[in-house]
C-alpha cells in the first residue's frame, strides 16, 4: 500500500504543530549515528561487555538531559513508548498499587483521552473517578481540587497545559492542595508543556509527570514518565507503582522491555534543545499568535477557546459562527494543515469534549479550528491562514446563509 | 475525509447559491442548522418547467455539492414529484458514504417541498 503523497509545491501551511513536530535535523542527524554505528547497537541492559555499556552511557545521557529540561533528577526519569503509556502507567500503576487504601481518582473533564481513557476502564473496574468541569476559559480553580479529595482518594491527574485549547493549569496551587490534604499523589501530563513554558518538577511539588518526545522536535515512539523520588509524599514516602508491562525489570522494574536507544538519545537531545530554547522564539511565536487572532478576529465571528492570559502562544483555538464544521475543514486543508475541534467525518460526528466542557455549544464546537504554531512557523504562514479563513469563512456562510447574522445560535430555526 | 472530484467542484465552486422571490417562486426547506444540516431550495417554475433554482445549505461538503447540482442540472427541465436523480443516483455521482445517506433525504426532502406544489403551478 502507498501513502498519500505531497509535492513541495501542493504542501499545506503546516499549523499542527499541537499534534505533532517535525523531527529537528539534529536530533535525526543524533539517532542515526546511533543506528549506523557499529558501537552503539548494544542492548542499554547488558553490563558484561563495552556494546551495552556504550548504549548504556548513551540512555543516561538522555536520561540527564531530559531530567535538567523538566527539573527533575535523573534517577526520575522512567522511558515509556510515549506520554500515552506513560499516563496508564501512572493512572493504573499508582490505582493498582494503592488499591487496598483507596480506590478514588480526581481528573477534569478537559484532559487528554490517554487519561479519560483509563480513567474510564478504571471505573470498569471499580473505581470511582470525580471529573472536574473547569471555567469557561478552561481553567480549574485549585480549590476545585480540594473539594473533590475524600479519604480515599489516591490520585489527582490534571494537565498542564491543554493540547486542544493551550490553557494552563496552576499545579502548583494544585499540588498545595493535594499536599495540604494529604491523601493523594499528583500526576501532571505535560505533553504539551515542554519548550512552550518552564517547568520545575520537583519545585512544583508534582509526583508523576508524563512526557512526549515527538511533541518536542524528537521522534515519535519515546516518552517517559517522571516518579518522584520525594520520600516526603502525601502518602509519608515515595509514590511506588504497580508496572504495566513485566518481562525483565528494565526501568526500576516499572516498564520491562529492551530501551531503544536511538529513539531515547532522540528525545535526550530534543529536550536539551527545547530546554536551551531562547525566550526570543517564545516572543516570536507569541507575536505570531496574536497577528493571526487579530487577522481572524477581523472576519467577524471568531470566538477564541479558552483563556487568553493563562494560555502558551503556541496554541490558538477558534471556532467559527454560522459555518459548518465538516465543510470548514474541508475548504482550509488543501492550503492549511490544521486540526479541527470535530470528528465530523461521518454522520456520528462527536464535536470535541473540550469545547463542550467549556460550555460551547455543539455547532460552535465544530466549526473550531485548531492552530499549532511551532519553530517552523513564519510570518508568511500566517499570513496565508488569514487569507484563507478571510475567503473560506464568508463563502461558507454565503451558502449556508448565515452571512448576515453570522450567530447559529442567533438565527430562527428553519 | 475524502471527496470524489464532482463533489470537490461543486463545494469548491457551487453556482446557483442564494434565494428567488417572486411569482412562481415555491420555496421548500428541510433540516436544522442546529443539528448540523439544514437545506432550502428556490425553485421558480412555469408551466411545470423549471425556470430557475437556489439553494442555500448549512451543510457538509457532500451536502452542499449535491444541492448546488441539483439546483444547475434541473434548470430548463420538467417538475415532478422526484428528484431529477434518484437518491441512490446521487450516492453514487458523489460518493457520498452510507452514514451520510440521512443527508441525501434531507434533500430530497427540502427538494419536493418545493417541487410538488410547483407541478400545478400554471403562473
Known amino acids: ?414 | 475525509m475524502n471527496y470524489n472530484e464532482v463533489t470537490r467542484r461543486y463545494f469548491e465552486s457551487p453556482a446557483n447559491v442564494g434565494e428567488l422571490s417572486g411569482p412562481g417562486v415555491f420555496r421548500g426547506a428541510a433540516g436544522k442548522r442546529e443539528e448540523g444540516t439544514w437545506v432550502q431550495f428556490d425553485l421558480q417554475c412555469v408551466s411545470g418547467t423549471l425556470q430557475a433554482a437556489r439553494f442555500l445549505a448549512f451543510a457538509c461538503p457532500h451536502t452542499i455539492a449535491v444541492s448546488a447540482w441539483l439546483a444547475e442540472q434541473s434548470v430548463g427541465k420538467t417538475v415532478t414529484r422526484t428528484l431529477p436523480e434518484s437518491v441512490q443516483e446521487l450516492r453514487d455521482r458523489f460518493d457520498v458514504p452510507v452514514d451520510k445517506m440521512g443527508r441525501l433525504l434531507i434533500i430530497e426532502d427540502a427538494w419536493l417541498a418545493a417541487a410538488v406544489p410547483a407541478i400545478d403551478y400554471r403562473g
Request: proline share 4%; with cysteine.
Open chain 1, 1 to 414: 500500500m502507498s501513502a498519500p503523497s505531497m509535492t513541495a509545491a501542493s504542501a499545506a501551511v503546516y499549523l499542527d504543530h499541537a499534534s505533532t513536530t517535525p523531527v529537528d535535523a539534529r536530533v535525526a542527524l543524533a539517532m542515526a549515528e546511533v543506528l549506523n554505528s557499529e558501537t552503539e547497537f548494544g542492548n542499554p541492559a547488558s553490563v558484561s561487555h563495552d556494546y551495552g555499556d556504550i548504549a548504556g552511557s548513551l540512555v543516561e545521557q538522555a536520561r540527564r538531559q531530559v531530567a535538567a529540561a523538566v527539573g527533575a533528577g535523573p534517577g526520575e526519569v522512567v522511558w515509556t513508548s510515549g506520554a500515552t503509556e506513560a499516563n496508564n502507567l501512572a493512572l493504573f500503576g499508582v490505582a493498582h498499587y494503592y488499591r487496598e487504601r483507596g480506590r478514588h481518582i480526581v481528573t477534569a473533564r478537559t484532559e487528554h483521552k490517554a487519561v479519560l481513557d483509563p480513567c474510564r476502564e478504571l471505573e470498569r473496574r471499580g473505581w470511582q473517578i470525580t471529573y472536574l468541569i473547569p471555567d469557561r476559559d478552561g481553567l480549574l480553580d485549585p480549590n476545585q481540587v480540594a473539594a473533590a479529595l475524600r479519604t480515599d482518594t489516591v490520585l489527582v491527574s490534571i494537565m498542564h497545559v491543554n493540547n486542544e485549547i493551550g490553557v494552563v493549569q496552576n499545579i502548583g496551587a494544585i499540588a498545595a492542595m493535594c499536599a495540604r490534604h494529604g491523601s493523594a499523589w499528583l500526576h501532571v501530563d505535560a505533553a504539551q508543556s515542554v519548550g512552550k513554558c518552564p517547568i520545575d518538577f520537583a519545585g512544583l511539588g508534582v509526583d508523576l509527570m508524563s512526557l512526549s518526545g515527538h511533541k518536542v522536535y524528537g521522534p515519535k515512539g519515546v516518552g517517559a514518565l517522571v516518579v518522584s523520588e520525594r520520600k516526603d509524599g502525601p502518602r509519608g514516602g515515595r509514590v511506588q507503582l504497580a508496572p504495566l508491562v513485566y518481562g525483565g525489570g528494565q526501568e526500576r522494574g516499572l516498564r520491562a522491555g529492551t530501551l531503544a536507544t536511538h529513539q531515547i538519545v532522540g528525545m535526550g537531545l530534543a529536550f536539551e534543545l527545547a530546554a536551551s530554547i531562547s525566550s526570543t522564539e517564545t516572543v516570536r511565536i507569541a507575536r505570531l499568535q496574536r497577528r493571526l487572532w487579530q487577522g481572524l478576529a477581523s472576519i467577524g465571528g471568531a470566538l477564541r477557546n479558552g483563556s487568553a492570559t493563562h494560555s502558551v502562544p503556541h496554541l490558538l483555538n477558534v471556532s467559527f459562527e454560522g459555518v459548518e464544521g465538516e465543510s470548514l475543514l474541508a475548504a482550509v486543508r488543501p492550503h492549511l494543515a490544521v486540526s479541527t475541534g470535530s470528528a465530523c467525518n461521518s454522520a456520528l460526528a462527536e464535536p470535541s469534549y473540550v469545547l463542550r466542557a467549556l460550555g460551547r455549544g455543539e455547532r460552535l464546537s465544530e466549526s473550531s479550528l485548531r492552530f499549532g504554531l511551532g519553530r517552523t512557523t513564519t510570518d508568511a504562514d500566517i499570513d496565508t491562514a488569514i487569507a484563507v479563513l478571510s475567503r473560506e469563512v464568508p463563502r461558507l456562510r454565503n451558502i449556508a446563509g448565515t452571512q448576515s447574522a453570522r450567530a447559529t445560535s442567533a438565527l430562527p430555526a428553519p
